[in-house]
């Protein structure tokens, strides 16, 4: 397993399935490559460098657990970390990550996202 480092590999993983969980948001897209590939996102509205480091770290965790086992070979797998998710209990976090991993590999992912239109 390698570590997703360039922001094209990220904004292609976004064209890619798209699972959403309350602690976290998956995205998985097929890499061309015989390797799997995870990164992980957390922005500033998370909250300040410690806590985003903190939830950076649980899914580093997370995603060694489980990618070896769960994960879709030859994919990119992304996590983008959601409000609340630094506090969800870790075993919880698994146990929907796996439930995502096995929705992406039956390739049932959410409905896409509305474009933002104008306002009114």
């Not at 390698?2 to 998956?26: H, Q, Y």
């Not at 990119?76 to 209990?89: P, S």
């Amino acid at each position: 397993m390698s570590v997703l480092t360039k922001r094209a590999d990220f904004l292609a993983a976004n064209r890619g399935l798209r699972i959403a969980r309350p602690g976290f948001v998956l995205l998985a897209r097929p890499n061309g490559l015989d390797a799997m590939r995870y990164g992980i996102t957390v922005t500033k509205k998370i909250g300040n460098a410690v806590v985003r480091n903190r939830m950076k770290r649980r899914f580093r965790e997370l995603l060694r657990a489980a990618l070896p086992q769960e994960g879709l070979a030859g994919h990119d797998h992304v996590l983008i970390g959601r409000e609340g998710g630094v506090e969800r209990d870790f075993a919880r976090l698994r146990e929907e990550l796996t439930a995502a991993l096995a929705r992406a590999a039956q390739g049932q992912g959410d409905p896409p996202r509305r474009k933002p239109g104008p306002r009114r």
